[in-house]
């Protein structure tokens, strides 16, 4: 992970409030996905930051030359701001965004926080099953920014000019009804789901070759698949009439649980596009950081998945990661739930 300046601002806030709870409530995130980013800052830069106990969060001799350095460069780069501001006479404000999304589970929170941060924009959302269309919509100037998910080795759309970025990788679960026989798993093979039957949103995506792959490795041939929209596959997996493939991050049902896949053999990436000569192209950095910021805020819900993500520094928010296929992955994602 490259450190990155508002990485500075968490280790600045927990130093200055001396407890990680009251710098995440400051920083207006969850206190289990700001513990996240400090152990990935942490990992990053060699040691413990803070030693931490019932009576607060005090900086260890690392932390304090990382405060040393922060409190140095955050003024520096404010006042960058600024005077660049001040030279060009005013800051531009975005005055829209309209976004495009395939059932992702993070749009909603990112249009809150942009519509708190720019409460003069206007903010627009557009639906559809198909990430080629909004490809095309971005392309065509209709919609500012896609929010779509695509096959862990896969490309995003191509062909219309659009530049990509990854929001997120995710391993790919499996969603189960609480009373199916492999829910008191943590973790569910493939292969013991050969005799399923399975149901899957429709979409444009690589759904039937990488599942199919995957199902081919394990050594079987999927069953029936079903295809439905989001609350029909919950009612099918509720019925206990299929088993669906669902995102890390997929919001908690009553009766329903997600598990994880043994060895992650389908792998899920968030990415978040734009036309580089748009208007909307002034302002992506900040949706990307937005997009990030908001990933990691939902984590908090999912305190089992938040745990295998320290384990597993590969899968997460990746900042560096480019949007087009996975170096050495043996893996791929799917069309999810």
């Known amino acids: ?41 942490e990992r990053a ?13 005090r900086p260890t001799a690392l932390g304090e030359l990382v405060l040393a350095r922060a409190r140095v460069l955050l003024p520096a780069m404010q006042g960058l701001q600024d005077e660049a501001a001040r030279l060009a006479g005013a800051g531009p404000t975005p005055a829209r965004y309209r976004f495009g999304g395939v059932n992702s589970p993070i749009l909603g929170r990112l249009v809150h926080r942009l519509a708190a941060a ?32 695509v096959c862990g080795d896969a490309v995003p759309p191509a ?15 499996v969603l189960l009804p609480e009373q199916h ?3 008191d798993h943590d973790e569910v093979r493939l292969v013991d789901l050969r005799a399923e039957q399975w149901v899957a949103a429709p979409g444009d995506g690589c759904f039937g070759d990488c599942f199919a792959a995957a199902c081919a490795r394990a050594g079987f041939t999927p069953r029936k698949v079903y295809e439905a929209d989001v609350r029909g596959c919950i009612d099918l997996v509720e019925a206990g009439a ?27 990436r968030l990415l978040l596009g734009w036309h580089p000569d748009s208007a909307g192209a002034s302002f992506a950095e900040e949706v990307l950081e937005a997009a990030v910021a908001v990933y ?12 295998w993500l320290l384990r597993h520094p590969d899968f997460g928010v990746r900042r560096s990661a480019p949007a087009g296929p996975l170096a050495g992955g043996a893996g791929s994602g799917v069309r999810t739930a």
């Open 1 to 41: 992970m490259n450190l990155e300046l508002r990485h500075l601002r968490v280790v600045c806030a927990i130093a200055e409030t001396g407890s990680v709870t009251k710098a995440a409530s400051t920083l207006g995130l969850a206190q289990p996905a700001l513990t996240a980013q400090l152990q990935r800052i």
């Open 45 to 57: 830069l060699g040691g413990p930051l803070f030693e931490r106990d019932r009576r607060g969060a």
């Open 118 to 149: 720019h409460p003069q924009a206007q903010i627009t959302t557009y639906a559809s099953w198909s990430a080629d269309e909004l490809a095309q919509l971005v392309g065509g100037g209709r919609l500012d920014y896609a929010l779509v998910g």
């Open 159 to 173: 062909g219309y000019g659009l530049a990509w970025r990854e929001v997120a990788l995710e391993p790919v679960q």
């Open 181 to 183: 026989p492999m829910a």
């Open 242 to 268: 299929a088993v669906a493939l669902c995102q890390a991050t997929f919001r908690p049902v009553p009766g329903l649980v997600t598990r994880r896949l043994a060895g992650a053999p389908l792998r899920w």
């Open 296 to 307: 990691d805020d939902s984590l908090a819900t999912h305190p089992d998945y938040l745990a």
